[in-house]
């Protein structure tokens, strides 16, 4: 608290110093070696599914086999030409992005899916009186398209 205090002193008699001397060490110490960079970006790329996420997965699929006559009607679902499927596995986006068109599996208590219409939409702006600035009143409306993109 005291480090800011002084910053904000500092810069209200004239004197920038402090600010740049802290800009130039936030960047010699963001830079690092390129041996630190390699393992802190290993850090950030190894995080995945945890211990528990694996487990419940694994016991899911169990279950899937067990039950599996009638696993099939909750396991396997069909996406549309026009539409394609996110599929959350224990709230985190799978790899490998969206699927479909087509049949895919989800494996049910684990995973949660969203059907993505990916087809031109329509929606109606109800009408607006508008006054303008020589006091003249115009009735808009307008129709608003969007199409969802990759």
């Known amino acids: 608290m005291t480090n800011h ?6 810069y209200s008699e004239g004197s920038l110093t402090p600010l740049t001397q802290d800009f130039e060490y936030r960047e010699n110490h963001k830079m690092g070696s390129p041996k630190d ?7 950030q790329c190894e995080e995945g599914p945890g211990v528990c996420a694996l487990a419940l997965t694994i016991f899911s699929l169990f279950l899937i086999i067990v039950t ?3 696993s099939l009607f909750f396991v396997v679902k069909v996406v549309q030409e026009y539409e394609r499927a996110v599929i959350f596995r224990l709230g985190r986006l799978l790899t490998g992005g969206a699927r479909g068109p087509g049949v895919f ?3 049910p208590c684990v ?3 969203e059907k993505i219409d990916m087809r031109s939409q329509t929606f109606e ?3 607006q ?8 009143t ?4 307008a129709i608003m398209y969007y199409k969802v993109a990759n």
Do not use: A, C, G, R
């Not at 960079?37 to 850090?43: F, G, I, L, T």
């Not at 009186?129 to 003249?136: G, H, R």
């Open 138 to 141: 115009v009735f808009v409306n």
């Open 111 to 113: 995973d949660v899916y």
């Open 37 to 43: 960079n390699q393992s802190h970006d290993e850090v």
């Open 5 to 10: 205090l002084s910053i904000i002193k500092d």
């Open 68 to 70: 599996l006559p009638l």
């Open 105 to 107: 599996f989800v494996i």
């Open 125 to 127: 702006i109800p009408p």
């Open 129 to 136: 009186e508008i006054l303008t600035k020589d006091s003249v």
